[in-house]
């Protein structure tokens, strides 16, 4: 089906076909349209879902987590103080291993306030064992959010699929809803395992000692460290997972193609930006321009943030001569997340670009795209000198 | 806790003795029964058990008189503060005079 509607009623809609069995969450801009969306379909049963009204985020992650343990597809949703007032209940979702999907509507954090889209939340969030997948579109928000069911609960990995707050999030954008059948398809065999069960009670993520310990049949159990390398192993190996989950659901859909980034215009470029999210679509008409000027440029939008696709993009930037990260968050007294991990990607290879950092729209500045054009043309020209002012900050007013 | 791809580990603990690792290691203060007050011994009847039933590790037998397992028993003196016959003292594992710490 063909439609018109916004990003969050596309994840909404998502999470409607994936027939979630339990949501809770607590609204917060731009997160809210996405919940409110959630408790009409239940309310109006169209969706066999408990829908549980919380008093806070940290609340929704823990019925989420207890609600995954007894085996229900769970989700929630959230964004910036939101998902930092969650932050306990993330690092224990992942080591507990519960395929939990969270939309992360994107928004900065304060102080100050701000309700305006960057991505310093999920970003804030980077070191917690969760997968992090980034949609550009509405059409990706939706298809992201049904294959995250099916990733999560493949490796028994939690999910965040961030997108856009308000660009993507409040705007109306045509975009295609899969049949039922369709995803009952593709998810079908998927489901959280279900850990509690009366049958054969048990105690979860009890306390670990330092050392491994014999358990109650005697075998040896893990410890914190086993356990703890375990999840970085199987994180590891969930690149071939997304990987699979978007080819079968090109199969069924002939959507996708781009599981972990997607390149726009990158194969002969001399020059590549790289970023998350929406701004990649603007950057496509900065490269188009470029390109009409006989300057080869593309751009790559980063799919999959965690894990991190080092292997896959390592050879898609080392064929060119310079690489600009665009960021819409930092690591302060640093320079942006993105750029220090392609930095030291690219470290190992023969051949390393120059590589140039470019901080946008915190905050939800306006990006325009002359400044984008300008950022990435002045690269090109001169990359050795203008990498040295990285990261340098794009939009800023001059203060008195 | 395992599926054949993924390694999947996750802590756990099921119903069972040990199951909390050797708990004994942890006692400060151990449990000494006064057979002559605790209820059970003076009366030769199947009564009180409270300290069984309180008992958060399940360590102590419901016997005649009720016996506790150090290999487990953590110390943590519930037993002695729910015993209704003041049967149970917490004594300094440096002056209890056994050697055995059950580890
Ligand atoms: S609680 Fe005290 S009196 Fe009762 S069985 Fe235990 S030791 Fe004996
Ligand atoms: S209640 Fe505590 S002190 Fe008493 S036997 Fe059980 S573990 Fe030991």
Redesign the pocket.
């Known amino acids: 089906m063909h439609c018109i509607e916004t990003g969050n009623t596309a994840a909404a809609t998502g999470v409607k076909l994936a027939r979630t069995q339990v949501i809770a969450a607590y609204p917060i801009t731009p997160q809210t349209p996405l919940t409110e969306k959630l408790s009409e379909f239940v309310a109006a049963g169209e969706m066999k879902a408990e829908y549980i009204p919380v008093e806070s985020e940290h609340s929704a992650l823990s019925v989420c987590i207890a609600a995954s343990s007894a085996g229900a597809r769970a989700f929630t949703a959230t964004s910036a103080n939101g998902l930092l007032y969650m932050h306990e209940q993330i690092h224990w979702a992942a080591g507990a291993r519960l395929p939990i999907v969270m939309c992360v509507v994107n928004r900065g954090v304060g102080a100050p306030w701000s309700v305006w889209n960057d991505h310093q939340d999920s970003m804030s969030q980077r070191d917690t064992g969760w997968i992090h997948l980034h949609a550009a579109s509405h059409q990706q928000i939706i298809d992201t959010v049904i294959q995250a069911f099916r990733i999560a609960e493949t490796v028994r990995i939690p999910v965040m699929v961030c997108y856009d707050g308000y660009l993507l999030s409040h705007t109306y954008m045509p975009y295609e809803v899969p049949d039922q059948d369709k995803v009952d398809r593709f998810l079908a065999g998927s489901a959280p395992a279900r850990l509690l069960d009366p049958s054969s009670p048990m105690n979860l993520n009890t306390v670990t000692l330092p050392n491994t310990r014999p358990d109650v049949r005697g075998d040896i159990a893990p410890a914190y460290m086993e356990i703890r390398h375990c999840l970085q192993q199987d994180l590891t190996r969930t690149t071939a997972v997304v990987e699979q989950a978007d080819r079968d659901y090109r199969d069924l859909t002939g959507r996708g193609g781009h599981p972990l980034y997607e390149c726009y215009r990158c194969e002969d470029a001399e020059f590549i930006a790289i970023c998350l999210g929406s701004l990649s679509r603007q950057l496509r008409g900065v490269v188009d321009s470029l390109r009409s000027a006989s300057v080869k440029t593309g751009v790559i939008a980063l799919r999959l943030y965690r894990p991190f696709p080092a292997e896959q993009l390592v050879p898609e930037l080392d064929k060119a001569r310079g690489v600009l990260v665009f960021e819409k968050a930092l690591s302060y007294g640093y320079e942006g997340p993105l750029f220090s991990e392609l930095k030291a990607a690219l470290y190992h290879g023969s051949r390393r670009p120059v590589l140039h950092n470019c901080i946008v729209g915190l905050g939800g500045r306006t990006i325009t795209t002359a400044d984008l054009h300008t950022a990435l043309a002045d690269f090109c020209v001169d990359p050795e000198t203008v990498r040295k002012a990285s990261p340098q900050w794009i939009g800023l007013a001059p203060l008195k | 806790m395992k599926n054949d791809k993924f390694a999947i580990n996750i802590s756990h603990s099921e119903p069972g003795p040990g199951d909390a690792g050797q708990?004994g290691s942890w006692?400060v203060e151990?449990?000494v029964l006064d057979a002559a007050k605790c209820i059970p011994a003076k009366t030769g009847k199947e009564s009180c058990f409270l300290?069984w039933m309180?008992?958060?590790?399940g360590?102590?037998s419901r016997t005649i008189p009720p016996g506790?397992d150090f290999q487990?028993?953590?110390?943590?003196?519930?037993?002695?503060e729910e015993c209704p016959a003041d049967a149970?003292t917490?004594v300094r594992e440096t002056e209890s005079g056994d050697e055995t710490t059950g580890c």
């Open positions: 708990t006692r151990r449990p300290c309180y008992c958060p590790d360590v102590i506790f487990y028993c953590k110390g943590c003196g519930i037993c002695a149970i917490m």
